[in-house]
Every structure is written in C-alpha cells, then in structure tokens.
C-alpha cells in the first residue's frame, strides 16, 4: 500500500507574501473551498496575531463547512520573558476557534542572537511553553522549525533541542522549515534522515524555491521519511515563492506512488492552479509544470510528427491525470505538422499539396514575421484557417469609427464613440460611452450587432493584454494586443497588432466577436460556477 | 581544486522551441555575444540541417569573434539506410563551419520503433557512422542521447549499447537527456552514476522542467559525475523548458563549490538574464530564483525588521554575487518597517510617530485598497513620499486634455491629441499626432514641457503595461496602467489606477516625468552599450 503524505497548503498564509500578491476575505474564502475539493489536508488561513483581515476570515471560514481539510491558525512562539496565556498572539489563535495551531519557533542559534535578541534557554523554554499551552487546550500543533536546515548546518546540537522540545511539550508534528530556501536537495535529505533517527513525531517538510529547487527539497525530504508536506498552489510566496504544490502532488503521486489526494480530486488540479491564479490576480505562466497551458504544449515540427503517431513519445504523463491537454503550436518554426493537426481538430482536409494550404501557410508566416503570435491567440488562428478554407461568412464590415477622450481638471474623463457599420448589407450606425476608448468601441459596436444577435449580450471581454513590441526587424513601435473574451462556456483568445494600438485593438474585438457569431462558442450554457471561476459574479 | 563543470548553452536552439519565442538573426547575435561575456564554454546556434536563419547565424557569427564560447550546431544522426556523406542534415553542419557538432540520436528503443520506424541494429550504425564522420572530419562531437533515462528505465541493455557506439566512434561527450522532462533527481543520480561506470568518455546532462525539478536533475547529475551541463538562460525552451543555467550555475559555484565561470562573470548574471528577456521579449518572472527582482526582495514586516538588522538573516547569498540586489516591498501587510528603508533611501527622517508619517501610512493603505500596487511602481511611491514631507515641487498642472481617433475602412487609424496646461504658472497649449491615445497625448505633454525642459528629450517610455483588475471589493471595472521610462542610465515605473484606462494612464505618464524632472533620473549619461541594453538601437 501506497504511504500517506498529508498535504499542508499554505497560499492563504505564507502564499500572500509573495510580490503583487494581495486577497481579500472574500478571496481567502474563494481560495478555501478550491483547497478542500482539490483534497488537502490542512488549509494555512492566516496569522490572527498580525492582521485583523485574518481573524475576519477565521470567523467566516466555519461557514464553508470544508470536507476534506482542517484550517489551521499561524503564529509564533511566545515573547521571552512572559507566561504563553499572557501571549497575545497565542490567544489569537485559541480566540479563533481553529482545531490545529501552526506555531513557529527559531532552530537557528544566529537567529535567536540576532532576530529575537534572547538566550538560547529562553528560546527553547518559549517553544516548549507555547506547544505545550495550546496542545493544553485542545488543539493539534504543528511546529514549524524556522530556518531549520541553516540551524542544523551551523550548530546540530542546538537545533536537534528546539525539535526536541516541541515533541516534548507534545508537538503533533514536527516541520522542518528552508525558510530561506537556501538548502539543496542532498541537504535536506540527509538532514530528513538524521531527525527521523532522533525524534518519533511525524516529520514535515515546508520549502522554498530560492535555489529553483523548492520541489526537489519536498520530494527529497518524504524520500527520507517526511509524511507532511507545506507549500502554495503556483509555489506563491516570498521572494522566489514557497514550494509548488500543484508540482509536488502530482510528483508524489503519479511518480513516486505516495498517496495524497485522490485521482479525480487530482484531475481538478490544473482547473485549481488557474482558478486560484485568477483570483489572486496572477499571471500563471505558460510554462508552469503540469497545469500551464504550454506544459504539454509541442512546437518543434519532429514533435509534433511524432506526437501525431504516439502522445507518449514526448509526453511524460496523461495529460488529462492533472486536467491539462496536449495542445500543439502554431510557428514557423514548427513546420506544416501543427497547421494539420489544427486543421483536423476543425474537420478540414488540410493537404500539403493544394493551393489553398500553401497560400495560409505563407500568410501565417508574413503575418508572425509582422509580429502576430498565434500560440496565445488560436481564435484567430481558427479564423484564419476557415477563411483560407472559404467556410467563414463575412457578417460584418467596418464604414468608419470615430473616438473622442476629453478631461478637464478634476473632472473624470470622459470617453465616446460612434461607429458606422454594414450588418449582412444594412448600415448600421451607434454610439456609446465607455470606460476608455477600447470599451466604448466594444460597446459601440455591441450596440449595432445586438440587435440583430441577441446572444452577444452573453459575451464577455475577461482580460485585455497590450505588449509593446521590442524593437526588432518588422516590429519597431508595434504594439499587440491580446483579448480574451467568455460566454461562461468557452473561453476564446485573439490577436490584432498594429503600430497603432486602437488599430491592434478593433482587430483583436472584431475577431473576439467574429469566432463567437460563428457559433463556436456555445452562449448558451453558463452555470454559477462557471461564471465564478472567471471572476464575473460579485458576491 | 574545484571540479570544472562546462556550460553548454542552447538559448539559441531549444531555448527557442519555447511558447511565444521567436529570435531573429540579429537577436541570436546579440545573445551570443552575452552568453560569451558571461562565461560559458559551448554555444549552440541552431540546427542548420532544419532551418536557413540558423544558417545564416553560423555564417554572421563568426564575425563576433567570441572568447570564451565554442560555437556549435545542432543535427540528428544520418538518416536510414544511408551513408553519413549523403546525409544533407550532417553535410549542413560541416558546411557553416563550426569547430563542433553536437549530434542526437535515440536511446529508447520504443522511439526507435515507433519515431524514426527501423531496427535496433540500424539505429546503433546510425549512431556510429555519423558520430565517425564528424570526428573524421576533424571536429570536436558532443554526442546527445535523447531520451536516455526513459530508454534506460525500459531497456537498459540496449541504451547503454548506443552511448557505448557513440563512445566508440569517438565522441568528446556523451551528453545523456531526460528530453521529456519526466525522471527525478534520484533517478538520475543512480543512472548517470551506472552510466559513469559504463563509458569512460566525460558524461553531460540536459534536462527539461516539466517535473519543475530539472535544476536539481542537473545538479544531481554532476554530483554523479557528470561535467557537462546543457541548458537555457532562463530556463526558455518547449513546454516547461529546459533546465534553468541562471540558477544552475550559482548553485554549482556558490552552493557546491563547482568552477564554471568566474566570480565577476557570476555578478553579470543577473544582467545577461534580463538582457535575454527582453531581447527575446519574454516576461522573466518577479520571482525567478537568483536573477528575478523579486528574488531578494522582502515583504513581511517580521522579515523586513529582521533584515534591516543582519541581511542573513533571511537571504541565503549576498544578491550582488549574482549582480541581483536586496529590495524592500511596500505593501499593508508589511508594516511601517518598509516605509521606513524607502523613506531612508531617500534621506529623509522617517518617523512613525510624526503626522506626516502617519498620513502617509494611510494614503498608501487607500491606494493599495483602490487597486494601486507601489512594488512595481517605485517612482509613483518616491514621489508620494517626497509629496508627504514637502520635498515635491509641482512643476506644471493640467488644465484640460482632448484626444480624437478616427477610422475610415481600409484607412489607418488617426489620432490626435490636444493638451493645455499651466507650466510654472504660464498657460501652455500644444496638440500632436500618435500612434494611439496614449501615445499622443505623451507626445503633446512632451511637445508643452520641452520648451521649458529640453532634458526631457532623452526619456523614453520603453514600456506600457495595461492590467485588467479582478471584480474583487473596489477594484470592479478598473485597470492598472504601468509605465517603464528610461534615460539610458536608469530606468524607473510609475502607476495609474482608474476606471478608465485614459486616466490611468495619464497618472502613469505625469508621474513619469514629474519623476524625471525632479533630477533623480540622470538624463545626461548614455552610452551605447546601455541603450543596446534598452532594445533602442536599431541595428
């Protein structure tokens, strides 16, 4: 039988340190319910002795009734010199009503020197007192060894005491803690071992990723007998970020046989990396193993020829285990093989050989040598492919838009504009406001469309993205513009580039529109969820 | 004495398969020329056999006449069923005139049926015939068994039987690639360990992320022997990427005591990571270990107090090894610690118990509430502390703007910007075209200030980064606006938060160039090799 590694999540906590990285109660809450469904074992919900949004949140949390986690309170160790229930901070924690305390006390003897300004008694006398109060009143404690590893390089006696003193005062688990995540794997692995010979409490392991090995650390440490395992959806965190979760589940699980989550919880995670990723306001980045859009994503040509035989010649897993999919880029880098797999993902016979194919192919490459990029833009890839192939019906055409921005001190600015437009022969012509010149186009242009499709009113704009070009061959002073737009279904990404950025824009919005009129994305299923997960119902 | 590892760098060809890059000739120059300047002992160009820019770029390099590198260029072995000297793909290599090849060829034997579709005995003739023919032809070989662990974990025997052919016909390295990105460290510490004993040619490594442990397979590589590393700047390459040299290399140097470039080469790490970013125009992550701005930059308040006493405290190296630095984050979780080291950066007496400092405390606290965020903005900040304590001249006010855009179909898009505003108590009215809203309304701005400072000719916007907030509690509906500026010789970002982006980004523009004219920016100091830096050169 598989062993059980607990999973400790800590992104509401620890993950919130990280740069550009700030929730809201709301969001905690948001966050949580994600974390129990995915399966973890214990949620980090804050620091109820530093901030007051956190006891907020420890008060609302109980609401959510969570299924598979235990939340947990974060604090330290007592201040010298004073009795652990004349400890604010403690009784934080206890005042919260939280079932497990996650206290962390120093292991380094430099740090009780330096940071705490105490003797190494008193140090160990305050870890021993605050365990001991809170395991008094009831609650599971989990102690963090800070700087566990730098403590153990630089002085073994010491440290091994503070962890000693924690089981003593009846520590549930023990955690070891790279706090500044300096440590290497072999490090952390023979230190793993030599705790284990020297306590019986279950062992933990809370990583870093300074050294860009914060993964290799986790996995290091359960291999020399860890069974807990601390870290942030997306390694969010201070500095470099903590350890990634949603690559050391999956590591644990589908490579090492421990047991974590279950296989359909573990089917969630990519869904869960981007879900928290967007409430949090963070790019995820394409790359990100397991869960980014690039992860199982092929560009080369001799990929994608071979992954057209057998999947399994470049990819490491299913994708579909963590609830990502193979998908394969657009390049001109990548040869005819990855048009033909998006042209029989459409149901087109696309043949090396006719006109047709030849001519799309040439217009792709002009158009990425004039700065498009169709990899994070496959509606308009989709666009292109059907117009190449005659099957796309031209809806609409353009006459003339005309956008005024006026301000005047103190006065918000205020943004019209006026578009003039044939739909299916008729002209057509509208007006409207918006919150920028880009937003009343859209809504403009939404005024003339909708009465003749209703089913817009559906659609969504969910992110626009505008990049300035480096300045490159073909590129300089060009911006592109991405746009990536919902039903609440699907979700859709195009692309305009021009060196105007109202130009760029009005092509990304055209072709935004264009891919749902064609009725590839379905208007008409959107449940609540679904609409939560892009962030579009305010609670 | 250290052991020497040598830096294989494939920025240039796998680097490239990654999502979303894309590097001209011109821009694979300008890299090489970085990558010898950092150290690093192999550079592969490109694969000349699949690609007639690559060809191009073995032809113009030679011209750079590089110190420290090895030029390289990437081929598969000879294809079936053919002599070496009628394969096109090796002849390639020979004819742009590398002084080394660097050659793949499979290692698994179920690629060997299901990829490349021959024998077992075919596939090791392969191997043998094109590694003799390039050694008979005088160049150095680096022999690249591809997807040598998964063909090891299937069938041993025979992948120890194509690096032993490869070995035979005389290959300089066996480099053995985990090209899927799928083995963990322990797995090839035992391998690369088993290998070793097999061959006796030097062994390298080159492994993927898609694990996110391909810096710890490198680094568990060379402590089984290994002493060739291959990877990307960055970590750039397809799906996950290729394993990370800028962490590989400070942790080999600086965590083991491996010699691979020296100490001042080392401190130009940082630079060349962000040099290749922007000139690949890839966003490098705030968090990316050693070389990201956020790697060494601090936020918790308990850490911030911490490090203000004995930066060890929580830094595993001295940023400046690496040519990073220690930032201090503004942020409502981080306490008055961080305004207190921006505030002394400044030479100003920072005081919490002072209105002044209070007042501030609470302004910032709003603006973070209304969507500002000051980590990525630390001119907006300077100027809002400057403004705190008096120290801030306002220079010039706004009195009214006015921006009109207008399209006609197949005409480009107009438009026009007109700007009135007081100067040093004197009216100003200016107008100007652009190549979008922002744009001119800058060039109007600048057109008004220019005649009063003539210095602001040499700041340029260099970026412009539009954010579309989450519908989080009082952020529904608002962007972001970031604005990077530069005078060559510092570079600085500025902020504007509003419902609408116009605004937003009129407070971004204002705020650049009040940060300019206040002289903390040195307009007078640029030379050429930092305006390169900036992609402002054409060349």
């Not at 956190?54 to 010199?81: H, M, P, W």
């Not at 949090?280 to 035989?309: D, E, W």
């Not at 019906?393 to 019209?416: A, D, G, H, Y």
């Amino acid at each position: 039988m598989a062993t059980n590694v607990k999973i400790f999540d800590t992104t509401l906590r620890d993950g919130t340190q990280g740069e550009g990285i700030s929730l809201s109660v709301e969001d905690k809450m948001k966050i949580a319910r994600k974390l129990d469904s995915l399966g973890v074992h214990y949620i980090e919900g804050g620091w109820p002795g530093s901030n007051n949004k956190d006891i907020e949140f420890f008060l609302r949390v109980q609401e959510l009734e969570l299924v598979n986690a235990k939340v947990t309170a974060f604090g330290s160790t007592r201040r010298k010199g004073i009795l652990p229930e004349d400890d604010a901070n403690l009784n934080r924690i206890l005042e919260v009503g939280v079932p497990v305390a996650t206290i962390f006390g120093k292991s380094w003897d430099f740090h009780v020197h330096h940071a705490i300004q105490t003797t190494l008694e008193e140090n160990l006398a305050m870890i021993y007192d605050s365990v001991h109060y809170l395991k008094s009143k009831g609650l599971e404690v989990i102690y963090d060894a800070e700087h566990f590893f730098d403590g153990y390089k630089n002085n073994t006696e010491y440290a091994l005491q503070t962890i000693k003193k924690a089981e003593e005062a009846g520590a549930d688990w023990i955690v070891l803690c790279d706090t500044n995540g300096g440590s290497l794997p072999h490090e952390v692995s023979e230190i793993v071992a030599a705790v284990k010979q020297a306590i019986s409490a279950p062992i933990g392991i809370h990583a870093h990723n300074d050294c860009e090995v914060g993964v290799a650390n986790s996995l290091a440490a359960v291999m020399a007998g860890a069974t807990q395992v601390q870290g942030t959806i997306n390694g969010f965190g201070e500095r470099c970020g903590n350890a990634n979760l949603c690559s050391i589940i999956p590591n644990l699980q589908l490579k090492l046989n421990y047991s974590c989550i279950t296989a359909s919880q573990l089917e969630s995670l990519t869904g869960v990396a981007r879900y928290v990723s967007e409430i949090a306001n963070m790019h995820l980045p394409v790359n990100q193993a397991y869960v980014g859009t690039a992860s199982f994503a092929h560009k080369g040509g001799i990929h994608v020829s071979a992954i057209l035989r057998n999947a399994s010649t470049y990819e490491h897993i299913t994708p579909e285990q963590v609830g990502n999919k193979q998908r394969v880029l657009v390049s001109e880098l990548a040869g005819q093989s990855n048009l033909v797999f998006k042209a029989q993902e459409l149901g087109l016979d696309f043949n090396n050989n006719n006109q047709q194919s030849r001519q799309l192919i040439e217009q792709i490459k002009e158009m990425e040598h004039q700065g498009y990029q169709f990899e994070g833009a496959d509606a308009s890839l989709e666009l292109l492919i059907r117009d190449a192939y005659g099957s796309l019906e031209e809806i609409f055409t353009l006459e003339s838009f005309k956008i005024m921005v006026m301000k005047t001190v103190n006065q918000p600015v205020v943004t019209e504009a006026i578009v003039k437009m044939k739909i299916n022969g008729e002209s057509v012509y509208n007006a409207a406001e918006g919150n920028g010149p880009v937003n009343a186009l859209d809504n403009a242009l939404r005024k003339c469309l909708l009465q003749h499709y209703p089913a817009l009113k559906n659609i969504h704009l969910t992110d626009y993205k505008v990049r300035v070009l480096d300045e490159k061959d073909n590129t300089a002073g060009k911006v592109r513009v991405l746009i990536e737009s919902t039903n609440f279904d699907n979700t859709w990404n195009t692309i305009g580039v021009s060196a105007n950025i109202i130009e760029a824009s009005w092509q990304a919005l055209t072709d935004s529109i264009r891919y749902a009129l064609i009725g590839q994305a379905k208007a008409d299923v959107h449940t609540e969820e679904q609409k939560e997960r892009h962030g579009l119902v305010n609670h």
